[in-house]
């Protein structure tokens, strides 16, 4: 299974705003809103940051938000930070078959992941 | 505090088997969905398994399919995974993941346990 498609590395300078974009076919992000963005510093666990899509989970910096287009998500950090220096992660449900949650052709795929540099 | 740990990682031969556990606390463990998510060092995550609430939906990546089974044990608040033939590439840190039921995020994470194939 192929992963989604994200550039490895992303900078900016403190109060820019950055994106991430993640690129997958018509089976995963073009056919399902259930596209999500995982933050992971060095040595940690992966933390939930966006989900189905666009939605934030509570707890969550406002400077957080995601969009889609056709078959590419997008995480945009507005007004970075130094804190916000991580890996981060695309996340989608893919299918190969017209039934949704097929157990024979459901699964879930990562993108490769994106390296933030805030300079 | 919601809280998954994972235990049973270790140093395992080439062709050997070994048994992961993700302990669960802090919510009702019986009304969610798990997955089982890998990370080799220095590399991204890969989605290696889902396990529906109702414990009928059970997803597998193409890479463990046949090798790898995950089960629970709602008497003790308990996912497992358990891993046969396994290869050098199974090297890496695996995480219990908590379904959020929003779209197949993930939204809490287990530390990690590291799995380790050589001989």
């Known amino acids: 299974q192929s992963a989604l498609t994200q550039p490895a590395s992303v900078s900016g300078s403190p109060g820019q705003s950055i994106t991430i974009s993640c690129t997958g076919t018509?089976?995963?992000?073009?056919?399902?809103?259930?596209v999500s963005w995982y933050q992971q510093h060095p040595g940690k666990a992966p933390k939930l940051v966006i989900y189905?899509?666009?939605n934030r989970p509570s707890g969550v910096s406002n400077r957080f938000s995601g969009s889609k287009s056709g078959n590419t998500a997008s995480l945009t950090i507005s007004g970075v930070q130094t804190e916000d220096e991580a890996d981060y992660y695309c996340?989608?449900?893919?299918?190969?078959?017209?039934?949704?949650?097929?157990?024979?052709?459901?699964?879930?795929?990562f993108g490769a992941g994106t390296k933030v540099t805030v300079l | 505090e919601v809280q998954l740990v994972e235990s049973g990682g270790g140093l395992v031969q080439p062709g050997g088997s070994l048994r992961l556990s993700c302990a669960a606390s802090?919510?009702?463990?019986?009304?969610?969905?798990f997955n089982w998510v890998r990370q080799t060092p220095g590399k991204g995550l890969e989605w290696l398994s889902y396990?529906?609430?109702?414990?009928?939906?059970?997803y597998y990546a193409d890479s463990v399919k046949g090798r790898f089974t995950t089960s629970r044990d709602i008497a003790r608040d308990s996912l497992y995974l358990q891993m046969s033939g396994l290869r050098d590439e199974d090297t890496a840190v695996y995480y219990c993941?908590?379904?959020?039921?929003?779209?197949?995020?993930?939204?809490?994470w287990g530390q990690g346990t590291t799995v380790t194939v050589s001989s």
């Open positions: 018509s089976s995963d992000i073009g056919g399902y809103n259930y």
């Open positions: 993941t908590r379904d959020s039921s929003r779209g197949y995020a993930m939204d809490v």
């Open positions: 996340s989608s449900y893919r299918s190969s078959s017209t039934l949704v949650r097929s157990s024979s052709s459901s699964t879930l795929v």
């Open positions: 802090g919510f009702t463990f019986s009304k969610y969905s």
């Open positions: 189905e899509v666009s």
């Open positions: 396990f529906g609430w109702s414990g009928t939906t059970i």
